[in-house]
């Protein structure tokens, strides 16, 4: 997730790039930059950091450009450094290109190029996007885009300044959002409608695959075989605040809505031609991974929650055994570690102490380090061996949702690769996970259609004070999750806990009044898990069950239900949570409270 904004007019184009970057920084933060078209060259400026880094960077230039565009990123491909910033350019240094996306298939493009003699300056797979361009100058630029566009595969929003074009900015998009701006003698194009809204509350919205040709004088959309298009266009009500969070009314609801295409994003390219896994950047021998004989899982919180469902992954997948570890406990009791062992930490922001002081622990001791982690670069990455990113995009809530639910796919996609590496799993196998995660960002798409449904039957609870969440095998996670969230947000007690352990002390707590949600989606223990919601519902418990959509066995036990689509077991912990947010989310607003920020937490913990 990257921010994207261009402007075309008569306005002196550098602050009003610099204010809509600004709008955009919840789109990504770790370094930012700006192509300006001075006279008949291009000004690029970009710098490592936040916006203001920028600003700084750009504070007594003197160039009075009208034609411009601008880019916050947010690392996929290459550290987040000030090279591998956007905008980026072609060797004649002509052409200026600010991308967000994920080009799939960018080394084999770029392997073309180098061949043909192209010199690349930045790790980023954008970068191909310049120097292809920079092939058909004989083209209108339009045209040549058009043709970047029939290559390029993956995911891109693009824009695109040449310096023989300075009144034109050519922008495309497939997969990952672009929408123009439509002013009075001016125009503008960007990833989202804050950057624009100061200026113009009429926007148009480009579908996948269109370019778009922005001119002072008026906006022309195209298909990718030149036919014009006309687009819809549509008056903006939203405030500016509004606008930022897209219309929703907190940003944890809009990155709860925002998990299929974060879920899509980390699967993105990860799948090859036979149906199996490819994880390309993980850089780790098959020698290696076959060598090892134990995992360890370490991570805090919700990251912790990712990584009990990657011990049922793991373990069943590859049949290595695997302890999972809080972090903090981790380093504290002498675990037996050595060259045999790999270790995985899973931390979203890739900074959290606890987790790093753990790694760094087991690493000492000749482990192999795997991270999973949200953030390019951050110290987990820079520490570890090898590691999967999960490709969320910055979140901004407290909470975490859409890195959790990314974390579960990421743990998945490694548990299959590992099995593969190792030939514990039988190729078909691998291929029909393969195409059951695949619907996931589908059927994530459908979980959220209930939103409105949670909303209703949550608010009967809003003052209940002491709720249950109960789960067995893979859906234990899910459960310990589920109580995770609604303590944060709605700081109500709720224990998670494995089903079946319930009558060995706390079925004690169960009576009237109490609250007890159930976790019983597609699972071998499905029955005993039903049994066990039985007994809750026979102390008088409220029951509220998460199941498979036409289960109507388990619908008898609960006087509330909540379906979610059918997936292979091991993989249902990925829709089967989206509820559970969506509940505490909607008692936390029942209640009043600030579900962004709430009370005592941040959002990455750098303390012991
Ligand atoms: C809960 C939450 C925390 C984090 C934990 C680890 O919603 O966000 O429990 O999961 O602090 O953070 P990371 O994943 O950044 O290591």
Same mark, same amino acid.
């Given at each position: 997730?990257?921010?994207?904004?261009?402007?075309?007019?008569?306005?002196?184009?550098?602050?009003?790039?610099?204010?809509?970057?600004?709008?955009?920084?919840?789109?990504?933060?770790?370094?930012?930059?700006?192509?300006?078209?001075?006279?008949?060259?291009?000004?690029?400026?970009?710098?490592?950091?936040?916006?203001?880094?920028?600003?700084?960077?750009?504070?007594?230039?003197?160039?009075?450009?009208?034609?411009?565009?601008?880019?916050?990123?947010?690392?996929?491909?290459?550290?987040? &450094?000030? @090279? &591998?910033?956007?905008?980026?350019?072609?060797?004649?240094?002509?052409?200026?290109?600010?991308? &967000?996306?994920?080009?799939?298939?960018?080394?084999?493009?770029?392997?073309?190029?180098?061949?043909?003699?192209?010199?690349?300056?930045?790790?980023?797979?954008?970068?191909?996007?310049?120097?292809?361009?920079?092939?058909?100058?004989?083209?209108?630029?339009?045209?040549?885009?058009?043709?970047?566009?029939?290559?390029?595969?993956?995911? #891109?929003?693009?824009?695109?300044?040449?310096?023989?074009?300075?009144?034109?900015?050519?922008?495309?998009?497939?997969?990952?959002?672009?929408?123009?701006?439509?002013?009075?003698?001016?125009?503008?194009?960007?990833?989202?409608?804050?950057?624009?809204?100061?200026?113009?509350?009429?926007?148009?919205?480009?579908?996948?695959?269109?370019?778009?040709?922005?001119?002072?004088?008026?906006?022309?959309?195209?298909?990718?075989?030149?036919?014009?298009?006309?687009?819809?266009?549509?008056? @903006?009500?939203?405030?500016?605040?509004?606008?930022?969070?897209?219309?929703?009314?907190?940003?944890?609801?809009?990155?709860?809505?925002?998990?299929?295409?974060?879920?899509?994003?980390?699967?993105?390219?990860?799948?090859?031609?036979?149906?199996?896994?490819?994880?390309?950047?993980?850089?780790?021998?098959?020698?290696?991974?076959?060598?090892?004989?134990?995992?360890?899982?370490?991570?805090?919180?919700?990251?912790?929650?990712?990584?009990?469902?990657?011990?049922?992954?793991?373990?069943?997948?590859?049949?290595?055994?695997?302890?999972?570890?809080?972090?903090?406990?981790?380093?504290?009791?002498?675990?037996?570690?050595?060259?045999?062992?790999?270790?995985?930490?899973?931390?979203?922001?890739?900074?959290?102490?606890?987790?790093?002081?753990?790694?760094?622990?087991?690493?000492?001791?000749?482990?192999?380090?795997?991270?999973?982690?949200?953030?390019?670069?951050?110290?987990?990455?820079?520490?570890?061996?090898?590691?999967?990113?999960?490709?969320?995009?910055?979140? @901004?809530?407290?909470?975490?949702?859409?890195?959790?639910?990314?974390?579960?796919?990421?743990?998945?996609?490694?548990?299959?690769?590992?099995?593969?590496?190792?030939?514990?799993?039988?190729?078909?196998?691998?291929?029909?996970?393969?195409?059951?995660?695949?619907?996931?960002?589908?059927?994530?798409?459908?979980?959220?259609?209930?939103?409105?449904?949670?909303?209703?039957?949550?608010?009967?609870?809003?003052?209940?004070?002491?709720?249950?969440?109960?789960?067995?095998?893979?859906?234990?996670?899910?459960?310990?999750?589920?109580?995770?969230?609604?303590?944060?947000?709605?700081?109500?007690?709720?224990?998670?806990?494995?089903?079946?352990?319930?009558?060995?002390?706390?079925?004690? #707590?169960?009576?009237?009044?109490?609250?007890?949600?159930?976790?019983?989606?597609?699972?071998?223990?499905?029955?005993?898990?039903?049994?066990?919601?039985?007994?809750?519902?026979?102390?008088?418990?409220?029951?509220?069950?998460? #199941?498979?959509?036409?289960?109507?066995?388990?619908?008898?036990?609960?006087?509330?239900?909540?379906?979610?689509?059918?997936?292979?077991?091991?993989?249902?912990?990925?829709?089967?949570?989206?509820?559970?947010?969506?509940?505490?989310?909607?008692?936390?607003?029942?209640?009043?409270?600030?579900?962004?920020?709430?009370?005592?937490?941040?959002?990455?913990?750098?303390?012991?």
């Amino acid at each position: 997730m990257c921010g994207i904004v261009g402007y075309v007019g008569p306005r002196p184009v550098q602050s009003l790039l610099i204010s809509g970057l600004r709008r955009l920084e919840y789109r990504g933060y770790d370094s930012a930059g700006v192509a300006i078209v001075e006279g008949s060259g291009i000004d690029v400026i970009r710098k490592a950091g936040r916006i203001a880094e920028l600003e700084a960077e750009l504070a007594g230039r003197s160039g009075q450009g009208t034609t411009g565009i601008g880019h916050t990123r947010w690392a996929t491909h290459g550290a987040p &450094n000030t @090279i &591998n910033a956007h905008p980026h350019r072609d060797c004649s240094q002509n052409v200026a290109v600010a991308h &967000n996306g994920i080009i799939e298939n960018w080394s084999n493009l770029k392997a073309e190029l180098i061949e043909s003699g192209h010199v690349f300056q930045s790790d980023t797979d954008t970068e191909v996007v310049a120097h292809l361009i920079e092939d058909m100058a004989d083209l209108p630029l339009e045209e040549s885009v058009r043709a970047v566009m029939r290559r390029a595969e993956g995911a #891109l929003a693009l824009a695109v300044v040449r310096s023989d074009e300075p009144d034109l900015i050519v922008g495309a998009r497939r997969g990952s959002p672009l929408v123009v701006g439509l002013g009075d003698g001016e125009n503008f194009l960007a990833s989202d409608i804050p950057a624009f809204l100061e200026y113009t509350r009429r926007m148009a919205v480009l579908d996948d695959d269109r370019i778009v040709a922005v001119r002072p004088e008026g906006v022309t959309v195209t298909d990718l075989d030149g036919a014009v298009v006309e687009p819809a266009t549509r008056e @903006i009500e939203w405030d500016l605040e509004s606008a930022e969070k897209g219309g929703f009314p907190d940003f944890m609801l809009k990155e709860i809505f925002e998990q299929p295409g974060a879920i899509r994003d980390t699967l993105r390219g990860r799948f090859d031609s036979d149906g199996l896994v490819r994880l390309r950047e993980l850089d780790l021998d098959l020698e290696t991974a076959r060598s090892f004989n134990k995992v360890f899982v370490i991570a805090c919180g919700t990251s912790y929650h990712a990584a009990m469902m990657a011990k049922y992954a793991i373990e069943r997948w590859t049949r290595l055994p695997v302890e999972i570890d809080i972090a903090s406990e981790f380093r504290y009791r002498d675990p037996v570690l050595d060259d045999k062992t790999l270790v995985i930490g899973i931390s979203q922001s890739g900074e959290t102490l606890d987790t790093l002081a753990a790694v760094r622990y087991a690493h000492a001791q000749g482990t192999t380090l795997i991270a999973v982690t949200n953030v390019v670069d951050s110290a987990l990455s820079r520490e570890s061996d090898a590691v999967l990113y999960t490709r969320a995009g910055p979140e @901004i809530g407290v909470a975490a949702t859409k890195t959790f639910t990314t974390q579960l796919v990421a743990m998945q996609l490694l548990a299959l690769w590992l099995a593969h590496a190792r030939g514990s799993l039988d190729d078909a196998v691998i291929q029909n996970a393969v195409t059951a995660m695949s619907l996931l960002p589908d059927q994530v798409e459908q979980a959220l259609t209930q939103s409105d449904q949670i909303r209703e039957m949550s608010e009967q609870w809003a003052d209940r004070r002491d709720f249950f969440f109960l789960g067995r095998s893979a859906a234990f996670p899910v459960a310990m999750e589920g109580a995770l969230k609604l303590k944060e947000i709605a700081y109500v007690r709720a224990e998670g806990y494995p089903a079946g352990e319930m009558k060995h002390g706390p079925i004690a #707590l169960i009576e009237e009044g109490v609250v007890v949600v159930g976790v019983a989606t597609n699972s071998h223990v499905k029955g005993k898990m039903l049994s066990n919601m039985e007994e809750m519902r026979a102390r008088a418990a409220t029951i509220v069950l998460v #199941l498979t959509e036409g289960d109507a066995e388990g619908e008898a036990v609960a006087d509330e239900v909540i379906f979610v689509p059918w997936a292979p077991e091991l993989l249902s912990p990925v829709t089967a949570v989206v509820p559970l947010q969506l509940l505490a989310y909607w008692l936390a607003k029942k209640r009043g409270l600030d579900v962004d920020k709430p009370r005592n937490l941040a959002k990455t913990v750098t303390v012991e």
